[in-house]
């Protein structure tokens, strides 16, 4: 993927900078501990401590920086968005039954069910009050929190038609995408949008500006889909979206290709605890030998092209080269686990 190195320098900080992150996990801990710090917020802290990159806010940080607005303007906004994620987080892993996130137990195998959808209701309300302290006008803050609102609410179609693909037969790239550019590719436009409206400029802009921002999700997606693959030991078991039963870019992939597989969809099909390891050994091979794993690391590079020429974002200079910035760094964590 060539990219001009001009573009890529406009961004003097950049997502590799540390800069009001320690502000964010501040924020983040206020907010989650509210009133009740010794319980609820006892365990939305462990949630949140568990680790994780903090892209949404790193996001939001370079993106408010791309545009003018200072990082330390931009620290209640990032907090908002990572708490919105990591509600996400907590709601889907009950959804997929995992037991664990980051290497350590998730909220449902800690505190039940139950506690579980708390937390996560509670990140879910959380983002509104960040916005709050936010130093800005009351407009300004009532079109954070209807962009938090539209963003969360298409999260939650794509969260769910991605659920559904395999009883609707959506087994083609159409489907897939459009269930990818919902639940992951909107916490990606998110931070951008909410850069933009703090820069002062127009709801309209802001969220045409972010839309160009939702083929990150899909590449973070894909790159995800490989990487069940390839995983860290400490992050999940190899082939743990082939035990859930998930229709990956893997999956939809290889049967583009071969789309007489019932071996496969079998697989899908069939209830977690009545798999064995010979059969996700066999599935995850043949992904390997088939060409699907490359066709997938294909897209990702063609997608990250894409952005690299969006006209969108080309009027915004410093905000593309973060666009930028993350493609390459999405693409090269995938490269460099199907390189190993």
Known sequence: MQTPISVVQLNPQGLASNTGLTEVEAAMVQLANGSDPHWTGRMARQHLASGGKRVRARL???????VGVSRGRMVPWAAAVELLHNATLAHDDIQDGDWLRRGEPTLWVRYGLGQAINIGDLMLMLPTLAVERLDTDPGTRWALARAIADRSAETVRGQSLEMSLMDRGGLDWDSYLTAV???TGQLLALPVEGAMLMAGHDP??????????IDLGVLFQLQDDVEDLYPDDKERVRGTDLREGKITALVVSHLQMFPESPWLLDLLRSPAAHIDEEAINRAIETLLSSGSVKKVIDMIENLGQQLVDSPVLSEFPRLHGVAIELSHWIAKRATQRTAS
């Open 204 to 213: 309209q802009t802001a969220a045409k500006v972010a839309e160009a921002f």
């Open 181 to 183: 550019r919902g639940k």
């Open 60 to 66: 939001a940080l370079a993106a408010g920086e791309a």
